[in-house]
C-alpha cells in the first residue's frame, strides 16, 4: 500500500514538473531523408496540453514556424516568458486546451532538444555542427510523423501552423491525407519565392560572415556568432511587421534623447527596438539550426514533388482545409494562399477561406486577433462537433 | 431576414447535390438546405466576418468575390450554383452569368425586378430612383449597381446562348404568382424573378 502510494506521489510530481519530454525515433526504422541519407536514433522533443480522449481522435498537432519551438501554451522554461502561441492555446482559447490534445513538438533541425546540428552526434560523441545533414519540409514532417506513431495517434483531428509551420501544414495534408482530419495552414505559401529566398541568404551571410561563427564549429571553438545571428533577426523581423505597424509603433520617435546626436549610436525607437529583438533572439536559439531551418525553407517547393502539382497533391483528398492569410503580410502575401485555395477548389476538396484585415504584418497570427481568433474556434468547434466530441 | 426564394430553391435542388451558393452572406440558404436535404454544400462570401459566422456553422466557404473567383472551379464541378439576390450588385453580370453556367449543371439566379410596376409606378411619378422592398437602398448607398427586369435578363440569357430552363415569377412577399395574367405579363407584376439556366 505505501509503496503504492509513494509510486503515485512520484508520478503526480513528474506530472506536475513542467518535464522536458522527449521521445528517441529511429531506432528500428531510420528516417529516410529527402537527400537520400538515413537518420537513425534522432530525438524529437515535444510538449502536450490537455488529455487525450478514450477515442483518441481529439488531438493537434502545432507545428511551429522558423524561430518557435515545442513550449507553445503555458511558460517557456527557457525564456520564462509564455510560449509562442499562449494566446491561442489554453483552456477556453481557440485552441482549447479542455477539449483538445494539442501536441506541438521542436522540428527536426531546431535547437531545444530536437535533433538539430547543436545536438550530439551519436556516432561521434561531438556536436553536429555544420555535419548535420540538410533537411526539408517534408523530412520535418516525417520525423512529426513517427512522434505522432509512438504516441499512439491514428489520425489527427487538426494541423495547424503558421508561416514555415503552414508549409508543414500542406505538407501533412500532402504526406499524411489520411491521417489528418483538418488542416489549417496560416500566413503561408506552397514555396518559397525568389524574395523569401533572398532574404533568407542576407541572414545566412550575416551569420557565415561573423568571424565566430567558425566554419559552423562555433561550439567546439567555444564561441558564439552573436553578432551574425542578430543581424539575422533583425533583418527578418523587419519582413514580419509591415510599414504601417513600423509607422503605427515608432514612427520617428527618438529613444532617450530629444534631439538627434549626429552621430552613429542608438537615435531612433525603432533602432533600439530592432537591436534588443537581434539580442534577445541570440539568447534562445542556435545560429547553424537557423542556418538549416531557412534552407529547408528555401527548399520548399511543394507542386514540385508531384507531376500536375497542387492539384495533383490534393486531388480526392478527404481532408478539410481552413486557409487564412493577413491583408498586410508581405512575407507571405494573400495571393499564394487564394493559389492554393484556387487549386483546391479546382479539384473539389472541402475548403474554407478567410483573409484577414489587420495592418500588423506576417506576424499578425502570433498576436491577438479577434477576428482571426473567432476563424480558429469556430472552425475547430464546429468540426468537433461533426466528429462527435 | 429570409431571403424571399428560399423555400423555391430548396424545392428545385435535388438530394445528394454538390452545392455553391455565391453570395452565402451567412450561411443561412445553406443551413436551410442542409436542413432536410442531403447536399455537399460550399459557399462563396465577400465579407470576412460573413465567413467566419459560416465556419462556426459548420460550412465551408470561401472568402471571395463574385466577379473574380468563379475562374477556378472546374467546369460542371457543381450540380447546382445558387446565386440570390446578387447578381445586380456584381461588376459584370455577363460575365458572371457565363462562369455560372459553366461550373455548374443548373445555375439557379434569383434578382429584383426593375421592371415591377410599383418601380415603374415611383420613378414615373416621384422622378427620383425607387426604393422598395426588393431594393432597398438609396441611389447613393446602393450596392446594386446593375439593376435590371426580368425582360432585361431574358435578353442577355438569349444572347448567351443560355438556355432557361424553369422560371418563377414571385410577388413581394416571396410567392409565385399564379394568376394567368400576371404571368403573362410577369416583367410589370413581379417584384423579383428566379430562373434556372444552364447551359
Given at each position: 500500500m505505501l509503496?503504492?502510494?509513494?509510486?503515485?506521489?512520484?508520478?503526480?510530481?513528474?506530472?506536475?514538473?513542467?518535464?522536458?519530454?522527449?521521445?528517441?525515433?529511429?531506432?528500428?526504422?531510420?528516417?529516410?531523408?529527402?537527400?537520400?541519407?538515413?537518420?537513425?536514433?534522432?530525438?524529437?522533443?515535444?510538449?502536450?496540453?490537455?488529455?487525450?480522449?478514450?477515442n483518441k481522435n481529439n488531438a493537434i498537432l502545432i507545428c511551429h514556424a522558423l524561430s518557435g519551438d515545442q513550449y507553445a501554451a503555458g511558460q517557456n522554461p527557457i525564456t520564462k516568458k509564455a510560449g509562442w502561441w499562449s494566446k491561442a492555446i489554453g483552456p477556453n482559447l481557440p485552441i482549447d486546451t479542455k477539449k483538445f490534445f494539442v501536441i506541438c513538438s521542436n522540428i527536426l533541425g531546431?535547437?531545444?532538444?530536437?535533433?538539430?546540428?547543436?545536438?550530439?552526434?551519436?556516432?561521434?560523441k561531438k556536436s553536429y555542427n555544420m555535419s548535420f545533414p540538410v533537411i526539408t519540409i517534408r523530412d520535418i514532417v516525417n520525423a512529426q510523423k513517427m512522434l505522432i506513431d509512438e504516441l499512439g495517434i491514428k489520425k489527427l483531428f487538426s494541423v495547424i501552423g503558421g508561416s514555415a509551420g503552414g508549409f508543414q501544414v500542406l505538407q501533412w495534408a500532402a504526406s499524411y491525407p489520411e491521417n489528418v482530419v483538418s488542416a489549417i495552414p496560416i500566413a503561408t505559401s506552397f514555396r518559397h519565392s525568389a524574395q523569401n529566398i533572398a532574404f533568407h541568404e542576407v541572414g545566412r551571410q550575416a551569420i557565415m560572415s561573423d568571424p565566430d561563427w567558425c566554419n559552423g564549429n562555433y561550439i567546439d571553438k567555444k564561441k558564439r556568432p552573436e553578432k551574425g545571428l542578430?543581424?539575422?533577426?533583425?533583418?527578418?523581423?523587419?519582413?514580419?511587421?509591415?510599414?504601417?505597424?513600423?509607422?503605427?509603433?515608432f514612427g520617428r520617435n527618438l529613444q532617450n534623447k530629444i534631439s538627434l546626436a549626429y552621430g552613429f549610436k542608438t537615435d531612433f525607437q525603432v533602432e533600439s527596438y530592432l537591436k534588443h529583438q537581434g539580442l534577445a533572439f541570440v539568447d534562445r536559439f542556435d545560429a547553424n539550426s537557423y542556418l538549416y531551418i531557412t534552407r529547408a525553407m528555401d527548399y520548399f517547393d511543394l507542386p514540385s514533388q508531384k507531376k500536375g502539382g497542387l492539384k495533383k497533391i490534393y486531388k480526392n483528398s478527404p481532408v478539410k482545409f481552413c486557409v487564412i492569410s493577413f491583408t498586410s503580410d508581405w512575407v507571405y502575401p494573400t495571393k499564394y494562399s487564394k493559389e492554393i485555395v484556387d487549386s483546391l477548389n479546382a479539384v473539389g476538396a472541402d475548403v474554407s477561406f478567410v483573409e484577414i484585415k489587420t495592418d500588423k504584418g506576417h506576424d499578425a497570427f502570433l498576436l491577438d486577433e479577434k477576428e482571426f481568433n473567432e476563424t480558429i474556434k469556430g472552425f475547430l468547434k464546429a468540426n468537433a462537433n461533426k466528429e462527435g466530441f | 431576414m429570409n431571403r424571399l426564394d428560399f423555400e423555391i430553391i430548396k424545392n428545385i435542388i435535388k438530394d445528394n447535390s454538390r452545392v455553391l451558393?455565391?453570395?452565402?452572406?451567412?450561411?443561412?440558404?445553406?443551413?436551410?438546405?442542409?436542413?432536410?436535404?442531403?447536399?455537399?454544400?460550399?459557399?462563396?462570401?465577400?465579407?470576412?466576418?460573413?465567413?467566419?459566422?459560416?465556419?462556426?456553422?459548420?460550412?465551408?466557404?470561401?472568402?471571395?468575390?463574385?466577379?473574380?473567383?468563379l475562374v477556378p472551379y472546374l467546369s460542371k464541378s457543381f450540380d447546382f450554383v445558387i446565386l440570390s439576390q446578387t447578381l445586380q450588385a456584381t461588376h459584370s453580370p455577363e460575365k458572371v452569368l457565363n462562369e455560372l453556367v459553366r461550373i455548374s449543371k443548373y445555375a439557379i439566379v434569383s434578382f429584383p425586378n426593375f421592371g415591377s410596376w410599383l418601380v415603374r409606378l415611383k420613378l414615373l411619378i416621384n422622378g427620383v430612383m425607387p426604393e422598395s422592398v426588393a431594393i432597398p437602398h438609396t441611389w447613393y448607398t446602393t450596392p446594386n449597381i446593375h439593376l435590371c427586369t426580368i425582360?432585361?435578363?431574358?435578353?442577355?440569357?438569349?444572347?448567351?446562348?443560355?438556355?432557361?430552363?424553369?422560371?418563377?415569377?414571385?410577388?413581394?412577399?416571396?410567392?409565385?404568382?399564379?394568376?394567368?395574367?400576371?404571368?403573362?405579363?410577369?416583367?410589370?407584376?413581379?417584384?423579383?424573378?428566379?430562373?434556372?439556366?444552364?447551359?
Open positions: 509503496r503504492i502510494s509513494v509510486v503515485f506521489f512520484l508520478l503526480k510530481k513528474i506530472k506536475m514538473k513542467n518535464s522536458k519530454k522527449f521521445i528517441l525515433l529511429g531506432t528500428k526504422k531510420p528516417l529516410k531523408l529527402d537527400n537520400g541519407k538515413n537518420l537513425r536514433n534522432f530525438k524529437i522533443a515535444y510538449q502536450t496540453y490537455g488529455n487525450l480522449n478514450k531546431g535547437c531545444l532538444g530536437s535533433a538539430g546540428p547543436k545536438e550530439l552526434n551519436p556516432l561521434t542578430s543581424v539575422a533577426r533583425m533583418l527578418a523581423h523587419i519582413t514580419y511587421l509591415s510599414e504601417e505597424a513600423f509607422q503605427r509603433k | 451558393d455565391v453570395g452565402c452572406e451567412t450561411g443561412k440558404l445553406l443551413k436551410f438546405l442542409n436542413k432536410g436535404k442531403k447536399i455537399n454544400g460550399r459557399g462563396l462570401e465577400i465579407s470576412q466576418k460573413n465567413v467566419n459566422i459560416c465556419l462556426k456553422h459548420g460550412l465551408s466557404v470561401v472568402q471571395g468575390d463574385a466577379d473574380k473567383d425582360k432585361d435578363f431574358k435578353k442577355l440569357c438569349n444572347k448567351n446562348s443560355i438556355k432557361i430552363e424553369q422560371n418563377f415569377y414571385l410577388n413581394k412577399n416571396g410567392k409565385k404568382i399564379t394568376n394567368p395574367i400576371k404571368k403573362l405579363f410577369n416583367n410589370f407584376f413581379s417584384t423579383s424573378g428566379l430562373f434556372v439556366i444552364k447551359k
